[in-house]
């Protein structure tokens, strides 16, 4: 009898392995993708095999021969891969005004992880008046004060991809303290880590943190560390845009390892890169600091863009402490003969904190890429240099004039600040993920007039096709592997970044052989090419380049989430 329930127990393994790997259920599935390059997001070596959907989770992956299905696509040759998920994007908006969310779809990305300093909650009724002008510019209204009322905004219009996001400390400094260069109180200090808590049981990842802009910049470290711990509570990591990237880029480190040490959380780097010419060749050293750190017990990691140059706001590039109490203060001490020469100052000779103009090397590495107002849509594509030289006017006080002209609103622009081998040594590193840091945006959106950097529609593919491909930088598995199981693990989306029965059906197939980015700097809205398909929770977004009616995307919620029913019963 022994022998016989062997044999028995060793075809039941035989006949597992010949069916794939199944889930629950049984019947035909929706979709059968056959004759792929599996690519499951572990790392491990590509195999040819079949993937199973039924309904919004993989249902089989394996050998699954004689299986029926609503659609069987043969993906012969093509790479079959979880959906990318996007570290650190800025959509969260963009998704309620252009629900296509076009340039994230068309690279693979599936879902896409927001909140950077800034986030969609906790809002106040000042807040939202602050945010009227653009409310009225691009046609959406913020109905939500909180995270449970924006997902539910965001499922009411749909989207064609994914959303989690962090609580940003910056909101809620802004919805307690304001703008001011203050410490909190102990009783606003306290409310401040309520919101945490609050937002952390809504299902936000945990506290995202961007200490190079104001009002974030004027934080001290222990407000962080109260404010991480209450993150942590509820399974929350640390996330930070440091305080400073360049010169001083030891000195924010520190600052990360120690709220990561005293609020025992897990931190993650944002954006990783060193700044400046001045830094340039110690990326290295970065890694090898972060390795220590980690060797020593902290739990620290990071998510990077493969470009030299990076995006943010024009008036980033003016110290922080002169946009204390926000733009109106900022204009008048602009106006301001005195303050602007100190200003002035400070901008090509920076002391105390990292410049983005004198990092990028002066007026020539500052490209303007977006305007508020369209009567100044015709700076977009120029340089400040060039705009101070067709002015006969000083860079840096063309720099000014642009930022009064556009009477308390964001003037987008890329500076040139990375080099190349660093950019290549960071993205060797096993534990650095993928980012865009931009919001989806489309040729023909609303966002189409405005000019891009060329991460927003080409960053998955650039990887993917130059550097692994191309420059044999690392495998492909190793590529894949960034984009998806990594980052899924790191921000506690247990149910993502796999191929593997019972996950959700978020997939991505690509063409390993076509496989590219086309937008430049000169050309930014170009998508990439070499993406045949594209599903988001079971559901085909993306068919050969081309999207779908559909947007089944969800607000997708963190390790802490508790339905409202149960909140306060612990």
């Known amino acids: 009898m022994g022998k016989v329930r062997l044999a028995f127990a060793a075809a039941a393994i035989i006949a597992a392995c010949g069916k794939g790997e ?241 609020a025992e959380i897990p931190a993650e780097v944002s954006h990783l890169k060193v700044s400046g010419r001045k830094s340039w060749g110690q990326m290295p050293r970065i890694v090898a600091r972060i390795d220590s750190a980690r060797a020593a017990g902290l739990d620290v990691t990071a998510d990077q863009y493969p470009y030299t140059r990076a995006a943010t706001a024009l008036d980033a590039s003016i110290p922080s402490w002169a946009e204390s109490g926000g733009w109106d203060s900022l204009l008048a001490r602009l106006r301001d003969p005195a303050t602007r020469a ?53 860079p840096v006080e063309t720099l000014f004039d642009i930022v009064l002209a556009e009477h308390g609103h964001r003037t987008d622009a890329v500076y040139a600040v990375m080099s190349e081998p660093d950019v290549q040594t960071a993205l060797k590193t096993w534990w650095v993920a993928v980012n865009t840091d931009f919001g989806g945006v489309a040729p023909d959106g609303p966002f189409g007039t405005q000019s891009a950097h060329p991460r927003a529609y080409g960053t998955f593919a650039r990887i993917l096709g130059h550097y692994a491909r191309d420059l044999k930088l690392f495998p492909l598995e190793f590529a894949v592997r960034k984009m998806t199981a990594l980052a899924a693990q790191r921000v506690g989306l247990s149910d993502r970044g796999l191929l593997k029965a019972g996950m959700a059906a978020d997939i991505t197939v690509f063409d390993p052989v076509t496989v590219a980015d086309k937008a430049t700097f000169e050309q930014p809205h170009q998508p990439s090419v070499g993406f045949a398909y594209v599903f988001v929770n079971g559901q085909k977004v993306l068919d050969h380049g081309r999207l779908t009616a559909a947007r089944p995307g969800r607000g997708l919620r963190g390790p802490g989430y508790v339905p409202p029913g149960a909140r306060g019963t612990k």
Do not use: C
């Open 342 to 394: 100190r200003l002035h100052d400070e901008m090509v000779n920076p002391k105390a904190t990292e410049s983005f103009y004198y990092e990028a090397g002066g007026g020539d590495g500052v490209l303007i890429t977006g305007t508020f107002q369209d009567s100044l849509r015709y700076l977009q594509g120029k340089t400040v240099g060039e705009i101070a030289a067709q002015r006969h006017r000083d």
């Open 22 to 262: 199944t889930g629950n259920g049984s019947g035909a599935y929706d979709v059968i993708l056959k004759h792929g390059w599996v690519v499951d997001g572990s790392g491990n070596p590509r195999y040819r095999g079949d993937v199973a959907l039924r309904g919004d989770r993989i249902a089989a992956v394996g050998f699954l021969a004689g299986a029926q299905a609503r659609e069987t696509l043969d993906v012969a040759g093509l790479v079959v891969s979880p959906g990318f998920i996007d570290m650190m994007g800025q959509s969260e908006i963009n998704a309620l005004i252009d629900n296509r969310v076009f340039s994230k779809i068309t690279q693979g990305i599936t879902t896409e992880v927001t909140g950077e300093g800034g986030s969609v909650a906790p809002l106040t009724d000042q807040l939202v008046l602050d945010d009227s002008d653009a409310m009225k510019k691009w046609h959406y209204r913020e109905d939500w004060r909180d995270l449970d009322g924006y997902f539910a905004q965001l499922a009411k219009q749909g989207a064609a991809l994914n959303i989690a996001t962090f609580v940003g400390a910056t909101q809620v400094r802004l919805a307690v303290v304001g703008k001011a260069n203050r410490a909190p109180t102990a009783a606003e200090l306290e409310r401040m880590t309520a919101l945490v808590d609050t937002l952390m049981e809504q299902g936000a990842l945990g506290l995202w943190s961007a200490l190079e802009y104001a009002p974030a910049s004027y934080s001290k470290t222990d407000e962080l560390i109260a404010l991480a711990k209450a993150a942590r509570r509820h399974g929350g990591i640390y996330a930070s845009h440091m305080r400073n990237e360049g010169v001083r880029i030891d000195d924010a480190l520190n600052e990360l390892f120690q709220i990561a040490r005293d």
